[in-house]
């Protein structure tokens, strides 16, 4: 089983929709990371968490919203989908602190807004 | 000016060449260095960090030049299964954050 589980996988929904992409992990890192991957533009964060409760906005913030209600669980949500958020969503964790800590990535979410 | 910037190729290279990708980084605060590997719509997979004294796994070679800001992947004898896109990735020493590379598309051709 992966370590760090994405869902659902592939989703197609409709301008307007309120979706939930959901990501939860059994690494036990503290540091939890949504990104979404467009052709040609590498991995945007979204946003990230380093502990429970604890929320901070990454670079493309604007249009989601998420929830770390528990250190295992981190949720992406979008109010209201619109067609330029179709893209490729990963959820990864790190661990905290030391030298090295790279992230560990889930197997992604399709996302399809029409 | 963008954090990480690489070099989207792509490349094409006969099995068994040599290539080499490189990568620079603006912050030169950056703590951590990686080199990901991302299958066509798969998630990206740690390939190796990179450490500052340069580090080998395999046919793969990673090097870091602190002063110039400057990471290299090297692939010996390429393989066909190393084709994939590979991805730049440094992490900062504050906020954990990290940047990444559009990355470098490499095809190995029979």
């Known amino acids: 089983d992966a370590d760090v589980t994405q869902t659902p996988r592939n989703r197609i929904t409709k301008t307007g929709k309120r979706i939930m992409l959901e990501c939860s992990q059994t690494?036990?890192?503290?540091?939890m990371y949504w990104y979404r991957q467009d052709p040609g533009l590498g991995l945007q964060l979204i946003y990230y968490?380093?502990?429970?409760?604890?929320?901070n906005k990454g670079e493309i913030s604007d249009g989601y919203s998420v929830s770390r209600q528990a250190q295992a669980k981190f949720s992406l949500s979008l109010e209201s989908a619109i067609p330029n958020q179709t893209a490729l969503y990963f959820c990864?964790?790190?661990?905290?602190?030391?030298?090295?800590?790279?992230?560990?990535f889930g197997e992604g979410s399709r996302l399809t807004v029409l | 000016r963008k954090e990480v910037e690489q070099d989207p190729g792509p490349f094409n290279v006969p099995e068994g060449a040599t290539v080499a990708f490189n990568c620079t980084y603006s912050?030169?605060?950056?703590?951590?260095f990686f080199w990901y590997r991302q299958d066509c719509r798969k998630e990206p997979k740690l390939l190796m960090s990179?450490?500052?004294s340069g580090n080998e796994d395999g046919r793969f070679t990673a090097q870091l030049n602190r002063a110039s800001q400057y990471i290299s992947l090297l692939i010996r004898d390429s393989k066909l299964s190393d084709s994939a896109t590979y991805l730049c990735?440094?992490?900062?020493?504050?906020?954990?954050?990290?940047?990444f590379g559009t990355g470098t598309s490499l095809t190995v051709i029979p």
């Open positions: 990735v440094v992490r900062t020493n504050t906020g954990n954050q990290f940047y």
């Open positions: 990864a964790t790190s661990q905290a602190g030391g030298l090295i800590g790279e992230l560990f």
């Open positions: 912050n030169s605060a950056s703590q951590s």
């Open positions: 690494k036990g890192h503290d540091r």
């Open positions: 990179v450490y500052s």
């Open positions: 968490s380093f502990d429970v409760k604890d929320i």
